[in-house]
């Protein structure tokens, strides 16, 4: 016997092992993948309406509420008008539509990451017997390659909006899991205990002092949900999400070198936009931590 | 003091032993195994040790130990923010060790307020927000919690400030925010984990005497926790002094003075500025009652400090000093050889 070939799994063993696994989930997929996909039908119609009103919209009304938005998230100028000369440059560029599709389902998903991600957040500070068993879901989720996961969800539910979305949530969804259980566990033992000599209820608590303390937490975890997803657009269009990331994938499989170019920056544009007024917002909702004496 | 009535807060053979299995090492300790055995054996650690006390009401009652003797553990049993290994507290005659969830909660609520050594204020919050924050956990109404908080803001001298967050104000100022929080419980008890130890001295002795002046009038019964002997002789009606987890005496400023209790009491005491802690009523001779025969003899009061009846006596020039109580009545008197003894004791 030789060192330097591993005894592996012989070749015959190793077929069935993955037919029988590839079988079962087909079986799984044939049983359940219909009511699943109606399980996830009101999430279809929540992409459907959120991207037909990005579309409808004006384009002026659109950008309108976009700086207006950025304005009273940031409290800054500068981010404003970097706001109005993106889309500008983004519709005078062809890119408009692309555009409201991709705002449209990274909306969507930060939505359903936080109304997800924050409640485990909670659970996973409260016990550390979750936060062993999370933990190592999330990695999971963080490392897999985006491809893997792929598979199981279109063999689920096909080719479209949904299933890309989930593949988009999969992956964006544990940065603000982890920050929200950090954000949670990380609030001064001695204010927690100040709030359990005055007796405060769990939820008291988590009302008036581990959130509002946490949120600074949380906040950067929103903001990485969306870096995260947006960074999944590319991929997803391989499963039918419309938007940027379509074109930047046909710029692919035909060199379409200034396609691909174009639309990689208005996915930059929109990026840089999101982080910083995210992270101005962020700041805002910390000022208590100035130590200034004057208010 | 009425003998008769029961106390405030009485507790009962508390014990605390902190580790894995605290009721078993309990047991070794009940068998005659000390503290240091006990942590190097077992790796348990005796924070509290059969402590028989009971606390008066409407009295400033200070718990005094070194770091380590158990002080802030045994404070925390009074609202069971730690719960005993062994022993009873009653407040009011109700065992708090055997409260639900939920009526744990409501005497917390109503019964007992706390300030903190590191102030433990709401640093997202306001000063005003902080100080309602006990009363919106009560469920108090907003006009009622808006009146009471704006109250007792000015009452700890802080009006102007209440839209301040606490990390703009200085260390003595967020302290009279969690007094003010405290206070504005309304709760029949006040604990006072070293609440001024964070301060610094000036600051320090200021809280005391914003302390003591409240106390004049509200007549709580108040818990002081502190590692300061200066401190606890100043405000406290009376001491208790803890050490290694037990508790070595409990009594009046003067009687630990003069009596004190043991070797490490009395070295404790040793270096306490008696004259103005000691007061009149301690040093006199109650047998003798009248002046002797001299022209010169002052009159003082029995709450008066030694220092105060030292400076009353050399202002007049006179060596006899009668010391007589509120009403006026004549109840002992003080020589300058009384003086000397008791300030060089």
Redesign the interface.
């Known amino acids: 016997m030789s060192w330097s070939e591993f005894p592996s799994m012989s070749r015959a063993d190793l077929r069935s092992l993955r037919k029988s696994i590839d079988e079962s989930f087909r079986n799984f997929t044939q049983e359940y993948g219909e009511s699943l996909e109606r399980f996830f039908d009101p999430l279809l119609e929540f992409l459907i309406f959120s991207e037909r009103l990005l579309l409808s919209t004006p384009w002026p009304i659109m950008i309108a509420i976009c700086a207006a938005l950025a304005f009273l998230a940031s409290r800054s100028w500068k981010i404003v008008v970097g706001v109005i000369l993106a889309f500008t440059l983004i519709g005078y560029l062809g890119m408009w539509q692309d555009t409201m599709r991709t705002l449209s389902i990274i909306t969507v998903c930060t939505i359903v990451a936080i109304a997800i991600g924050i409640p485990i957040g909670i659970a996973m500070a409260r016990s550390n017997k979750l936060q062993a068993l999370i933990s190592p879901i999330l990695d999971v989720m963080q490392t897999m390659p985006s491809f893997v996961y792929l598979i199981p969800v279109v063999m689920l539910l096909g080719i479209g909006k949904v299933p890309g979305l989930i593949a988009v949530i999969i992956y964006a969804l544990p940065p603000i899991v982890r920050l929200t259980n950090l954000g949670i566990r990380q609030v ?1 033992p ?2 927690i ?2 709030a ?6 769990g939820w ?1 608590k988590l009302v ?2 581990q959130m ?2 946490a949120l600074p937490s949380i906040f950067a975890g929103v903001n990485q949900t969306i870096m995260m997803s947006l960074s999944m657009v590319v991929i997803a269009s391989m499963i039918g999400v419309k938007g940027l990331g379509q074109p930047v994938l046909k710029a692919i499989t035909n060199q379409y070198f200034s396609m691909g170019l174009l639309n990689g920056f208005a996915i930059v544009a929109i990026a840089i936009i999101f982080d910083r007024v995210s992270q101005q917002y962020g700041r805002r909702i910390q ?7 004057n ?1 | 003091m009425d003998k008769n009535k029961q106390p405030k807060i009485q507790i009962v053979n508390l014990s605390k032993v902190f580790g894995r299995s605290p009721k078993k090492m309990l047991q070794l300790v009940q068998q005659g195994m000390d503290k240091n055995e006990l942590l190097t054996k077992h790796r348990h650690v005796l924070a509290l040790d059969n402590i028989n006390m009971e606390l008066k009401e409407h009295s400033i009652e200070v718990i005094m130990g070194l770091s380590g003797s158990g002080k802030s553990t045994l404070i925390r049993h009074i ?1 069971r ?1 730690i719960a005993p290994t062994a022993g009873e507290v009653l407040v009011d005659g109700e065992n708090v060790c055997n409260m639900s969830a939920g009526q ?7 019964k ?3 300030v ?1 050594q ?1 102030f ?6 306001t000063v005003i927000d902080n100080i309602s ?2 009363l ?3 469920g108090k109404s907003d006009t009622q919690i808006k009146r009471s908080s704006y109250y007792w803001l000015e009452r700890v001298g802080l009006a102007g400030y209440e ?6 104000l200085s260390g003595g100022m967020q302290q009279r925010v969690g007094l003010a929080r405290a206070l504005a ?1 309304d709760a029949d008890i006040l ?1 006072m984990d070293e609440a001024f130890s964070a301060l610094d001295p000036l600051i320090r002795s200021d809280m005391q005497d914003v302390l003591l002046e409240l106390q004049r009038e509200l007549k709580k019964t108040i818990v002081f926790i502190t590692h300061d002997l200066d401190e606890a002789l100043k405000i406290g009606d009376r001491v208790a002094i803890l050490n290694q987890g037990q508790l070595i005496q409990q009594g009046s400023a003067d009687n630990i003075l003069l009596h004190p209790a043991d070797d490490y009491v009395r070295r404790f005491v040793a270096d306490v500025n008696r004259t103005g802690v000691l007061r009149a009523r301690s040093i006199m001779d109650s047998q003798l009652q009248t002046s002797p025969d001299f022209s010169n003899t002052v009159v003082v009061q029995e709450d008066d400090t030694v220092r105060e009846v030292l400076h009353s006596m050399l202002s007049a020039d006179s060596y006899n000093a009668l010391v007589t109580n509120q009403s006026g009545k004549t109840v002992g008197r003080i020589d300058s050889e009384m003086l000397a003894a008791a300030v060089n004791n």
């Open positions: 001064d001695d204010v205990e100040a359990d000599a005055y007796g405060c209820s008291q008036n002092i509002p303390l000022q208590h931590r100035q130590g200034d004496h208010g | 609202n923010l744990l909660r409501r005497f917390r609520q109503q007992t307020a706390m903190f590191n433990a204020l709401l640093p997202h919050r924050f006990g919106q956990i009560q839209k301040n967050y606490p990390a703009q419980c604990m």
